[in-house]
């Protein structure tokens, strides 16, 4: 519905990106034209999509994500870096008015391949009553042993948030082993915990009080800053609010608005449990407030500046024809087993810029489109747009699903989109593999069904 007040908020958060382009690359456009010019048109095309996915007939959790990535990492983030630092990017790769320019040109098609696909494939259809979860109840026989693997995985965790401060996460030299033991023993409790949650009984007693008080420790235990990224937190805990919310967050403008004032703090918030030990705590006052003006400024919003980089990469080394999306799609082969395996691609471009310039460490993101780019030149960027617009599709599916289990895993691929987009695409596919893996699991093990009677009420 196309009420007043969203009318008012849709035109202007518009006028609020333009004025601050405006008022940034206004006062050097002699310096930036083709900058100004580009980005103008960027803002545009963004603001296109805001309004499609604010005015649409029905609300979705993937898209308004897409929107807030676009939002923060391409439009606000670049321009508040120009006003920080008119010479260098945030990279430490010199401003190039031409390169600005191609950077903005591969998002425009890129977003504009997405929308295409995305609005003129066909609805998935629902599925069948039959197929609903009407006469699914927890099989408890089940769910005690899954929960002692979880209380394992939370011993394993405070032992290692013990032995690893937050801010030693990003440097650490991740193994197989620990992606198993970070993406599938700790992640474990999320699926159970909701799946808890969802199932519960019509008549709420003390074993299910307990059961659901006990896995949501054993979450927090598992789950937080000192154990895992905050890049793989977000989606969790965004999740687990929008399932209490979910009946309020029926309309597009409520999904929209959630997503982006969430975002907005929870990536700040987690960043300074990153960037700070626990012994530093509690942290004063005004290096909070530092903190927060300095954020979009950082490194954390280095998606545009890293493509920019790419089509650097791409005119000297050339296009790299899928060896990126080989490793990706590959990426449970050991270097030992495939010597000349690609490193991610955030790791090439850090490398790169290590090389070049003044980059001093090389954990950088790399954006789905310029993973596009630098494999597959023009043609993978509209590619993986368009790639971009089904596998939006497909999660609203999930959204739509009878099956409470599986409307849980499509809120959380909905947040993940957005750790998707930012990348790089070989961390994101490591990531969610376990997670597919960990959710179908708590589905098909912890899952009976009632004979008679329906034994359980689901959200």
């Known amino acids: 519905m196309k009420s007043l007040a969203n009318v008012v908020s849709y035109f202007a958060l518009g006028a609020c990106l333009f004025g601050v382009q405006l008022w940034v690359l206004g006062t050097s456009l002699d310096r930036f034209p083709l900058m100004f010019m580009s980005h103008t048109l960027l803002v545009g095309v963004v603001l296109f999509h805001l309004g499609?996915?604010?005015?649409?007939?029905?609300?979705?959790?993937?898209?308004?994500?897409?929107?807030?990535?676009?939002?923060?990492f391409l439009i606000i983030a670049p321009i508040l870096q120009l006003a920080h630092d008119t010479k260098n990017l945030v990279s430490t790769k010199p401003w190039d008015d031409a390169s600005a320019m191609q950077s903005n040109l591969i998002y425009i098609a890129f977003i504009i391949?997405?929308?295409?696909?995305?609005?003129?494939?066909?609805?998935?259809i629902a599925q069948e009553e039959s197929l609903s979860s009407a006469n699914l109840r927890i099989n408890y026989v089940a769910l005690f042993p899954v929960l002692a693997i979880c209380a394992v995985g939370a011993i394993s965790a405070l032992n290692f948030a013990q032995d690893v401060q937050a801010g030693d996460l990003d440097d650490m030299e991740i193994t197989p082993l620990d992606m198993i033991r970070a993406k599938v023993l700790y992640f474990l409790i999320v699926p159970v915990f909701m799946f808890i949650v969802l199932y519960r009984p019509r008549r709420i007693g003390p074993v299910w009080i307990a059961l659901v008080l006990s896995s949501f420790v054993l979450l927090c235990l598992c789950e937080n800053p000192l154990t895992e990224k905050r890049n793989a937190l977000g989606p969790i805990y965004l999740t687990l609010l929008a399932l209490v919310f979910r009946r309020w967050l029926r309309s597009p403008p409520r999904v929209f608005w959630s997503i982006f004032f969430l975002s907005g703090l929870f990536f700040?918030?987690?960043?300074?449990f990153t960037n700070y030990r626990i012994a530093d705590w509690p942290v004063a006052p005004a290096v909070i407030e530092d903190f927060f003006e300095q954020h979009f400024t950082s490194t954390t919003y280095d998606a545009w500046a890293n493509t920019d980089a790419v089509i650097e990469i791409v005119s000297r080394e050339g296009i790299y024809w899928g060896k990126q999306l080989s490793g990706a799609l590959l990426f449970f082969v050991p270097h030992t087993l495939w010597?000349?395996?690609?490193?991610?691609?955030?790791?090439?471009?850090?490398?790169?810029?290590l090389r070049n310039y003044s980059m001093w460490f090389v954990n950088l993101s790399a954006p789905l489109p310029a993973e596009g780019y630098l494999d597959f030149g023009w043609g993978g960027v509209v590619l993986y747009g368009a790639l971009l617009g089904y596998f939006s599709r497909r999660v609203d599916a999930l959204l739509d699903s009878a099956v409470p289990i599986w409307r849980a895993l499509g809120f959380y691929l909905s947040f993940y989109t957005v750790f998707l987009l930012r990348g790089s695409l070989m961390v994101a596919v490591a990531y969610a593999v376990p997670v597919l893996v960990t959710f179908a699991f708590v589905?098909?093990?912890?899952t009976s069904r009632a004979n008679g009677r329906l034994a359980q009420r689901t959200i």
Not at 268 to 272: Q, R, T, V
């Open 339 to 353: 010597p000349e395996k690609p490193l991610g691609t955030g790791i090439l471009i850090g490398d790169y810029l």
């Open 443 to 446: 589905s098909v093990v912890l």
């Open 268 to 272: 700040p918030i987690a960043e300074l």
């Open 52 to 72: 499609m996915n604010m005015f649409g007939a029905r609300p979705s959790f993937t898209d308004a994500s897409i929107v807030v990535f676009e939002i923060t």
């Open 113 to 124: 391949s997405y929308l295409v696909v995305r609005h003129l494939s066909p609805r998935p």
